[in-house]
Protein backbone atom coordinates (compact mmCIF):
# COMPACT_ATOMS: atom_id res chain seq x y z
CA UNK A 1 0.00 0.00 0.00
CA UNK A 2 1.98 2.52 -1.30
CA UNK A 3 -0.23 5.94 -0.15
CA UNK A 4 1.84 8.95 -0.28
CA UNK A 5 1.06 12.55 -0.76
CA UNK A 6 1.86 13.66 -4.27
CA UNK A 7 2.87 17.09 -6.55
CA UNK A 8 -0.51 18.36 -7.53
CA UNK A 9 -2.54 16.33 -5.61
CA UNK A 10 -3.41 18.72 -2.67
CA UNK A 11 -6.93 17.97 -2.43
CA UNK A 12 -6.22 14.28 -2.52
CA UNK A 13 -4.33 14.70 0.27
CA UNK A 14 -6.38 16.79 2.63
CA UNK A 15 -9.71 15.43 1.35
CA UNK A 16 -8.56 11.80 1.33
CA UNK A 17 -5.72 10.63 3.04
CA UNK A 18 -5.84 12.17 5.92
CA UNK A 19 -9.46 11.47 6.52
CA UNK A 20 -8.46 8.04 6.47
CA UNK A 21 -9.19 7.89 10.33
CA UNK A 22 -6.65 9.87 11.69
CA UNK A 23 -5.27 8.72 15.13
CA UNK A 24 -4.93 4.76 16.83
CA UNK A 25 -7.63 3.69 19.25
CA UNK A 26 -6.60 4.78 22.55
CA UNK A 27 -4.04 2.65 24.09
CA UNK A 28 -5.20 -0.43 26.06
CA UNK A 29 -4.75 -0.08 29.31
CA UNK A 30 -1.88 -1.11 31.01
CA UNK A 31 0.32 -1.03 34.07
CA UNK A 32 3.35 -1.11 32.18
CA UNK A 33 5.61 2.06 33.09
CA UNK A 34 9.06 0.56 33.33
CA UNK A 35 11.71 2.86 32.04
CA UNK A 36 14.31 0.57 30.24
CA UNK A 37 15.21 1.94 26.96
CA UNK A 38 14.68 0.42 23.71
CA UNK A 39 18.44 1.17 22.93
CA UNK A 40 19.23 -1.28 26.31
CA UNK A 41 17.38 -3.90 24.68
CA UNK A 42 18.97 -3.58 21.61
CA UNK A 43 22.76 -2.73 22.41
CA UNK A 44 22.41 -6.19 24.75
CA UNK A 45 23.18 -8.08 21.81
CA UNK A 46 25.28 -5.75 18.84
CA UNK A 47 27.71 -8.37 16.97
CA UNK A 48 26.63 -9.44 13.31
CA UNK A 49 25.55 -13.18 12.64
CA UNK A 50 23.90 -15.30 9.89
CA UNK A 51 20.38 -15.16 11.50
CA UNK A 52 18.20 -12.84 9.44
CA UNK A 53 15.56 -12.57 11.83
CA UNK A 54 17.12 -10.41 14.58
CA UNK A 55 17.99 -6.58 14.43
CA UNK A 56 22.13 -6.49 14.30
CA UNK A 57 21.58 -3.82 11.72
CA UNK A 58 19.40 -1.52 12.50
CA UNK A 59 21.38 -1.80 16.27
CA UNK A 60 24.48 -1.06 14.19
CA UNK A 61 22.54 1.87 12.45
CA UNK A 62 21.44 3.93 15.84
CA UNK A 63 24.95 3.43 16.97
CA UNK A 64 26.49 4.60 14.12
CA UNK A 65 24.11 7.62 13.89
CA UNK A 66 24.92 8.27 17.63
CA UNK A 67 28.51 7.87 17.21
CA UNK A 68 28.64 11.07 14.30
CA UNK A 69 25.66 12.85 16.08
CA UNK A 70 25.60 12.62 19.09
CA UNK A 71 22.73 15.17 19.63
CA UNK A 72 20.62 13.48 17.25
CA UNK A 73 16.48 12.96 17.95
CA UNK A 74 17.84 9.23 17.41
CA UNK A 75 18.70 9.27 21.11
CA UNK A 76 15.39 9.09 22.53
CA UNK A 77 16.32 5.44 21.82
CA UNK A 78 18.42 5.59 24.96
CA UNK A 79 15.31 7.60 26.93
CA UNK A 80 13.28 4.56 28.86
CA UNK A 81 11.96 7.63 30.54
CA UNK A 82 10.08 8.68 27.15
CA UNK A 83 7.47 6.58 25.73
CA UNK A 84 7.75 5.90 21.83
CA UNK A 85 6.43 2.99 19.81
CA UNK A 86 9.45 1.46 17.34
CA UNK A 87 8.70 -0.43 14.33
CA UNK A 88 12.16 -1.92 13.51
CA UNK A 89 12.72 -4.02 10.60
CA UNK A 90 15.00 -7.30 11.03
CA UNK A 91 18.54 -7.88 9.43
CA UNK A 92 16.44 -9.65 6.73
CA UNK A 93 14.62 -6.48 5.38
CA UNK A 94 18.38 -4.38 5.45
CA UNK A 95 19.41 -7.40 3.33
CA UNK A 96 16.19 -7.05 0.93
CA UNK A 97 16.16 -3.20 1.00
CA UNK A 98 19.73 -3.36 -0.15
CA UNK A 99 19.46 -6.10 -2.98
CA UNK A 100 16.63 -3.94 -4.32
CA UNK A 101 18.98 -1.19 -4.65
CA UNK A 102 22.37 -2.55 -6.23
CA UNK A 103 20.51 -5.42 -7.65
CA UNK A 104 23.22 -8.01 -6.17
CA UNK A 105 22.20 -9.48 -2.45
CA UNK A 106 25.05 -8.82 -0.37
CA UNK A 107 26.91 -11.77 1.15
CA UNK A 108 26.69 -10.45 5.23
CA UNK A 109 25.16 -8.39 7.07
CA UNK A 110 28.38 -6.58 7.57
CA UNK A 111 28.15 -5.85 3.89
CA UNK A 112 24.68 -4.97 3.90
CA UNK A 113 25.32 -2.40 6.94
CA UNK A 114 28.12 -0.87 4.94
CA UNK A 115 25.88 -0.51 1.82
CA UNK A 116 23.12 1.61 4.18
CA UNK A 117 25.93 3.28 6.11
CA UNK A 118 27.04 4.34 2.23
CA UNK A 119 23.61 5.98 2.14
CA UNK A 120 25.10 9.02 4.67
CA UNK A 121 24.24 9.73 8.37
CA UNK A 122 21.74 12.11 7.20
CA UNK A 123 19.68 9.40 5.18
CA UNK A 124 20.33 6.76 8.22
CA UNK A 125 19.13 9.02 10.57
CA UNK A 126 16.10 9.84 8.66
CA UNK A 127 15.13 6.75 7.47
CA UNK A 128 15.17 5.61 12.34
CA UNK A 129 13.38 8.26 12.91
CA UNK A 130 10.80 7.64 10.65
CA UNK A 131 10.21 3.86 12.41
CA UNK A 132 10.13 6.16 15.38
CA UNK A 133 6.10 6.80 16.81
CA UNK A 134 6.37 8.77 19.96
CA UNK A 135 3.09 8.44 22.17
CA UNK A 136 2.25 6.12 24.80
CA UNK A 137 3.09 2.40 23.61
CA UNK A 138 0.99 1.14 20.42
CA UNK A 139 0.82 -2.51 21.78
CA UNK A 140 -0.36 -5.24 19.23
CA UNK A 141 -3.63 -5.52 20.55
CA UNK A 142 -4.52 -2.03 19.58
CA UNK A 143 -2.42 -2.49 16.47
CA UNK A 144 -4.37 -5.00 15.02
CA UNK A 145 -7.51 -2.91 15.58
CA UNK A 146 -5.57 0.42 13.57
CA UNK A 147 -7.02 -0.59 10.29
CA UNK A 148 -6.83 2.98 8.04
CA UNK A 149 -5.60 4.76 11.09
CA UNK A 150 -1.76 7.34 10.50
CA UNK A 151 0.82 7.36 12.16
CA UNK A 152 2.90 10.32 13.06
CA UNK A 153 6.35 9.56 13.39
CA UNK A 154 9.42 11.56 14.50
CA UNK A 155 10.66 12.26 11.17
CA UNK A 156 9.36 15.52 10.52
CA UNK A 157 6.56 15.63 8.32
CA UNK A 158 6.37 12.48 8.14
CA UNK A 159 3.77 9.83 8.30
CA UNK A 160 2.73 6.09 8.24
CA UNK A 161 -0.24 4.49 7.12
CA UNK A 162 -2.02 1.28 8.71
CA UNK A 163 -4.04 -1.43 6.81
CA UNK A 164 -4.68 -4.18 9.18
CA UNK A 165 -6.82 -7.48 7.32
CA UNK A 166 -7.37 -10.26 9.59
CA UNK A 167 -3.73 -10.48 11.52
CA UNK A 168 -1.97 -8.71 8.80
CA UNK A 169 -0.79 -5.43 9.90
CA UNK A 170 0.90 -3.46 6.89
CA UNK A 171 2.51 -0.73 7.16
CA UNK A 172 2.18 2.30 3.75
CA UNK A 173 5.28 4.54 3.13
CA UNK A 174 6.49 6.69 0.62
CA UNK A 175 8.07 4.72 -1.87
CA UNK A 176 6.27 3.19 -4.32
CA UNK A 177 8.56 0.29 -5.24
CA UNK A 178 9.24 -1.07 -2.04
CA UNK A 179 7.76 -3.17 -0.35
CA UNK A 180 5.25 -2.44 2.29
CA UNK A 181 6.34 -3.55 5.58
CA UNK A 182 4.48 -5.87 7.56
CA UNK A 183 4.26 -6.62 11.44
CA UNK A 184 5.75 -10.23 12.33
CA UNK A 185 3.58 -10.76 14.85
CA UNK A 186 6.25 -13.63 16.56
CA UNK A 187 8.09 -9.91 17.38
CA UNK A 188 5.26 -7.93 18.29
CA UNK A 189 5.56 -6.15 22.10
CA UNK A 190 8.93 -6.63 22.05
CA UNK A 191 10.31 -4.52 25.57
CA UNK A 192 7.03 -4.69 27.12
CA UNK A 193 6.11 -3.45 30.38
CA UNK A 194 8.00 -0.43 29.78
CA UNK A 195 7.37 2.94 27.96
CA UNK A 196 9.28 2.02 24.87
CA UNK A 197 7.98 -0.56 23.21
CA UNK A 198 9.03 -1.90 19.33
CA UNK A 199 7.76 -4.54 16.89
CA UNK A 200 9.88 -6.15 14.46
CA UNK A 201 8.78 -5.23 10.84
CA UNK A 202 9.93 -7.35 7.49
CA UNK A 203 11.08 -4.33 5.28
CA UNK A 204 12.55 -0.87 5.97
CA UNK A 205 10.20 1.69 5.72
CA UNK A 206 11.08 3.99 3.56
CA UNK A 207 10.50 8.15 4.12
CA UNK A 208 10.89 9.35 0.54
CA UNK A 209 11.45 7.37 -2.68
CA UNK A 210 14.33 5.39 -2.51
CA UNK A 211 14.26 2.72 -5.16
CA UNK A 212 14.56 4.25 -8.51
CA UNK A 213 11.41 4.75 -10.40
CA UNK A 214 11.77 3.53 -13.94
CA UNK A 215 11.14 5.80 -17.51
CA UNK A 216 8.95 3.41 -19.45
CA UNK A 217 6.61 5.57 -20.80
CA UNK A 218 1.96 4.51 -20.60
CA UNK A 219 2.44 5.33 -25.33
CA UNK A 220 5.03 2.77 -24.95
CA UNK A 221 2.69 0.38 -23.03
CA UNK A 222 -0.50 1.68 -25.27
CA UNK A 223 1.09 1.17 -29.06
CA UNK A 224 3.04 -2.27 -27.90
CA UNK A 225 -0.19 -3.41 -29.14
CA UNK A 226 -2.08 -1.48 -31.87
CA UNK A 227 -4.19 -3.07 -33.31
CA UNK A 228 -8.39 -3.29 -33.02
CA UNK A 229 -9.62 -7.07 -31.76
CA UNK A 230 -12.68 -8.48 -30.60
CA UNK A 231 -11.46 -7.93 -27.11
CA UNK A 232 -13.10 -5.30 -25.32
CA UNK A 233 -10.99 -5.36 -22.51
CA UNK A 234 -8.03 -3.63 -23.67
CA UNK A 235 -7.33 -0.55 -24.97
CA UNK A 236 -7.23 -0.17 -28.62
CA UNK A 237 -9.56 2.59 -28.93
CA UNK A 238 -7.73 5.14 -27.04
CA UNK A 239 -4.52 3.78 -28.43
CA UNK A 240 -6.07 4.80 -31.85
CA UNK A 241 -7.01 7.88 -30.12
CA UNK A 242 -3.65 8.90 -28.93
CA UNK A 243 -2.02 7.98 -32.48
CA UNK A 244 -4.26 10.13 -34.06
CA UNK A 245 -4.11 13.28 -32.35
CA UNK A 246 -0.16 13.06 -32.28
CA UNK A 247 -0.32 12.27 -35.96
CA UNK A 248 -2.32 15.31 -36.58
CA UNK A 249 -0.77 17.78 -33.82
CA UNK A 250 2.57 16.36 -32.81
CA UNK A 251 3.20 19.06 -30.33
CA UNK A 252 -0.18 18.41 -28.85
CA UNK A 253 0.24 18.04 -24.95
CA UNK A 254 -1.40 14.41 -25.19
CA UNK A 255 2.71 14.13 -26.27
CA UNK A 256 3.15 13.59 -22.38
CA UNK A 257 2.01 9.88 -22.41
CA UNK A 258 5.39 10.10 -24.75
CA UNK A 259 7.67 10.93 -22.24
CA UNK A 260 8.06 8.06 -19.02
CA UNK A 261 10.20 11.13 -17.01
CA UNK A 262 7.10 12.98 -16.36
CA UNK A 263 5.08 11.70 -13.90
CA UNK A 264 1.76 10.88 -14.14
CA UNK A 265 -1.78 8.70 -13.22
CA UNK A 266 -4.00 8.14 -16.45
CA UNK A 267 -7.44 6.95 -16.78
CA UNK A 268 -7.70 4.83 -19.37
CA UNK A 269 -11.29 3.61 -21.28
CA UNK A 270 -11.25 0.69 -22.48
CA UNK A 271 -12.79 -0.56 -25.66
CA UNK A 272 -15.78 -1.43 -24.13
CA UNK A 273 -15.84 1.65 -22.47
CA UNK A 274 -15.65 3.89 -25.86
CA UNK A 275 -18.38 1.14 -27.36
CA UNK A 276 -20.62 2.34 -24.61
CA UNK A 277 -19.99 5.97 -25.85
CA UNK A 278 -21.01 5.37 -29.33
CA UNK A 279 -23.88 4.01 -28.37
CA UNK A 280 -24.77 7.21 -26.02
CA UNK A 281 -24.19 8.94 -29.30
CA UNK A 282 -25.56 7.49 -32.21
CA UNK A 283 -28.17 5.47 -30.64
CA UNK A 284 -26.37 2.05 -32.21
CA UNK A 285 -23.87 -0.31 -31.39
CA UNK A 286 -20.79 -0.52 -33.09
CA UNK A 287 -20.10 -3.68 -34.47
CA UNK A 288 -16.17 -3.64 -34.39
CA UNK A 289 -13.63 -1.03 -32.71
CA UNK A 290 -12.75 0.34 -35.83
CA UNK A 291 -16.21 1.56 -36.18
CA UNK A 292 -16.47 2.49 -32.76
CA UNK A 293 -13.33 4.41 -33.45
CA UNK A 294 -14.54 6.40 -36.83
CA UNK A 295 -17.29 7.59 -34.54
CA UNK A 296 -15.02 8.91 -31.83
CA UNK A 297 -12.58 10.28 -34.79
CA UNK A 298 -15.35 12.34 -36.43
CA UNK A 299 -15.70 14.25 -32.75
CA UNK A 300 -12.86 16.24 -34.74
CA UNK A 301 -8.76 16.43 -33.50
CA UNK A 302 -9.59 19.15 -30.93
CA UNK A 303 -12.32 17.43 -28.99
CA UNK A 304 -10.43 13.42 -28.64
CA UNK A 305 -7.48 15.83 -27.87
CA UNK A 306 -9.73 17.33 -24.55
CA UNK A 307 -10.98 13.87 -23.99
CA UNK A 308 -7.58 12.22 -23.83
CA UNK A 309 -5.69 15.38 -21.52
CA UNK A 310 -8.88 14.81 -18.99
CA UNK A 311 -7.99 11.07 -18.57
CA UNK A 312 -4.38 12.54 -17.55
CA UNK A 313 -3.58 13.18 -13.93
CA UNK A 314 -0.08 15.34 -13.16
CA UNK A 315 2.29 14.33 -10.86
CA UNK A 316 3.51 11.49 -8.37
CA UNK A 317 1.68 8.14 -9.82
CA UNK A 318 -1.35 7.54 -7.36
CA UNK A 319 -1.48 4.19 -7.07
CA UNK A 320 -4.45 1.83 -6.25
CA UNK A 321 -3.97 2.06 -2.61
CA UNK A 322 -3.99 5.85 -2.23
CA UNK A 323 -7.41 5.66 -4.69
CA UNK A 324 -8.59 3.37 -2.55
CA UNK A 325 -8.62 5.64 0.22
CA UNK A 326 -9.53 9.20 -1.98
CA UNK A 327 -13.42 9.29 -1.32
CA UNK A 328 -13.89 12.73 -1.49
CA UNK A 329 -10.48 13.75 -3.52
CA UNK A 330 -10.53 16.09 -6.09
CA UNK A 331 -7.98 15.64 -9.01
CA UNK A 332 -6.52 18.32 -11.55
CA UNK A 333 -6.50 17.05 -14.98
CA UNK A 334 -3.99 17.99 -17.57
CA UNK A 335 -7.30 19.54 -19.25
CA UNK A 336 -7.16 23.49 -17.97
CA UNK A 337 -9.88 24.04 -15.43
CA UNK A 338 -11.16 20.23 -15.18
CA UNK A 339 -11.06 18.65 -12.00
CA UNK A 340 -12.41 15.04 -11.38
CA UNK A 341 -13.97 14.14 -7.59
CA UNK A 342 -13.41 10.55 -6.53
CA UNK A 343 -15.88 8.46 -4.78
CA UNK A 344 -15.17 5.12 -3.07
CA UNK A 345 -17.52 2.70 -1.61
CA UNK A 346 -16.00 -0.52 -0.78
CA UNK A 347 -13.46 -1.06 -3.62
CA UNK A 348 -15.62 0.60 -5.82
CA UNK A 349 -13.79 3.72 -7.26
CA UNK A 350 -15.97 6.23 -9.18
CA UNK A 351 -15.05 9.11 -11.20
CA UNK A 352 -17.26 12.10 -11.33
CA UNK A 353 -16.79 13.94 -14.95
CA UNK A 354 -18.84 17.04 -16.15
CA UNK A 355 -21.73 15.22 -18.08
CA UNK A 356 -24.65 14.03 -16.22
CA UNK A 357 -26.47 11.81 -18.49
CA UNK A 358 -23.99 9.26 -19.04
CA UNK A 359 -22.93 6.93 -16.08
CA UNK A 360 -19.91 8.00 -14.12
CA UNK A 361 -17.12 5.96 -14.79
CA UNK A 362 -15.62 3.55 -12.38
CA UNK A 363 -11.82 1.88 -11.95
CA UNK A 364 -11.49 -1.83 -12.88
CA UNK A 365 -9.92 -4.04 -10.20
CA UNK A 366 -8.70 -5.97 -12.45
CA UNK A 367 -6.71 -3.37 -14.39
CA UNK A 368 -5.03 -1.82 -11.31
CA UNK A 369 -1.44 0.06 -11.66
CA UNK A 370 -0.40 -0.43 -15.13
CA UNK A 371 3.04 0.12 -15.82
CA UNK A 372 3.32 0.11 -12.03
CA UNK A 373 7.71 0.95 -10.74
CA UNK A 374 7.87 3.55 -13.50
CA UNK A 375 6.87 7.04 -13.43
CA UNK A 376 3.82 6.65 -15.41
CA UNK A 377 0.90 4.23 -14.13
CA UNK A 378 -2.44 4.06 -15.15
CA UNK A 379 -5.76 2.69 -13.81
CA UNK A 380 -8.82 0.96 -16.71
CA UNK A 381 -12.13 2.78 -16.61
CA UNK A 382 -15.65 1.56 -17.62
CA UNK A 383 -16.77 4.24 -19.16
CA UNK A 384 -14.96 7.77 -20.40
CA UNK A 385 -14.47 10.41 -18.86
CA UNK A 386 -16.09 13.62 -20.16
CA UNK A 387 -15.28 17.02 -19.47
CA UNK A 388 -18.01 19.02 -21.16
CA UNK A 389 -21.86 18.60 -20.03
Given at each position: MKTRTRRGLASLTTAALIAASGLLVAPTAQAAEGTNSLAAVLTAKKSFDTDKTNFDIVTAAVLAVLAAKPASPVKVLTDGTTAVTAFIPNDGAFINLVTALTGTAP????????????????????VLLYHVVPGAAILSPDALKANGA????????????????????????????????????ANVDINKGNKQI????????????????????????LTAKNSFDKNRKNFDIVT????????????????VLT????????????????????????GKSPITEAAAFKVVASLGVPAVENILLYHVVPGDAILSPAALKANGATLVTAL?????????????????????KLNNPFVILSLLDINKGNKQIAHGI????????
Open positions: ATEALTFAAVAGLGIDTVETKLTTAATGKTIDVSVKGTVITLGDYDVIAADPKVILAHGIDAVLLPVQLLKLGTKSLAAVAAILAVLKEKPNSAVKDGNVALTAFIPTDSAFIKLVNSLTTGKTIKVSVRGTRISLADYNMGYVLLPTP
